[in-house]
């Protein structure tokens, strides 16, 4: 696509219920990122996909939290039991394949804002 | 480790003033630094990386090794500048490691 598509745009979700926030990068881009987005806070890594596969997950805030990729397209970043402090902006990110002489940036989806109520 | 450093979270001046949000890094291979812009309701972008020495939007950012910096600048800023600003390392090839980001506003 054009670029990086999240959905849904808004969400908002009952204490202890599961989300499913999703992912579109952009054809072609291997990388794919997520981070999380506090109010008045900065970026958050979670996790990073290269493929399908996901060398870091260290970002991952607790077991709640999972994503997988399907390939080299859609991912999908789940939350169980959700709690009030993940509510937050899920931004998802992609990037055409790691190189060393690459010279690419990120290109950000518009976000998936979450509230837990 | 790496790390990015942006001391302020808020910066006000008014139009026409010369603005610097400062960022400062934290790394040990040889750093490739980037400033993202996010304007409000819009996504995350790419503002200018190091790399290419460009002007965007009548921004600039100097890679200063010796400090460990990458202060962005612009001499005299506009009230469509306001926004939130995010310095950026890339390391491990194409990893990137984020500043908590500095929220400008230009003051009419």
């Known amino acids: 696509g054009a670029g990086v598509s999240q959905s849904p745009s808004n969400k908002v979700t009952e204490k202890g219920k599961d989300v499913e926030l999703r992912c579109d990068p952009i054809?072609?881009?291997?990388?794919l990122y997520w981070y999380r987005q506090r109010l008045g806070q900065g970026l958050e890594f979670l996790i990073y996909f290269q493929g399908n596969s996901a060398p870091d997950k260290s970002g991952l805030p607790s077991d709640r939290f999972s994503a997988e990729r399907t390939g080299e397209s859609v991912s999908t970043l789940t939350i169980q039991r959700t709690q009030q402090e993940d509510s937050a902006v899920y931004l998802c990110?992609?990037?055409?394949?790691?190189?060393?002489?690459?010279?690419?940036?990120?290109?950000f989806g518009s976000g998936t804002r979450l509230t837990v109520v | 480790a790496q790390r990015v450093t942006q001391p302020e979270k808020l910066l006000s001046v008014f139009k026409g003033a010369p603005v610097e949000l400062k960022c400062n890094y934290s790394y040990s291979g040889s750093p490739e630094l980037f400033w993202y812009v996010q304007y409000s309701r819009q996504r995350l972008q790419l503002l200018l990386r190091h790399i290419s020495r460009e002007s965007i939007k009548g921004f600039t950012a100097d890679l200063n090794k010796g400090e460990t910096s990458f202060h962005l600048k612009k001499p005299f800023a506009q009230e469509e500048d306001s926004a939130m600003y995010y310095c950026?390392?890339?390391?491990?090839?194409?990893?990137?490691?984020f500043g908590a980001g500095t929220r400008l506003t230009v003051k009419p």
């Open positions: 950026a390392l890339r390391y491990n090839n194409n990893d990137m490691r």
């Open positions: 990110a992609s990037s055409l394949a790691r190189g060393r002489h690459s010279n690419y940036g990120y290109t």
């Open positions: 054809s072609g881009h291997t990388a």
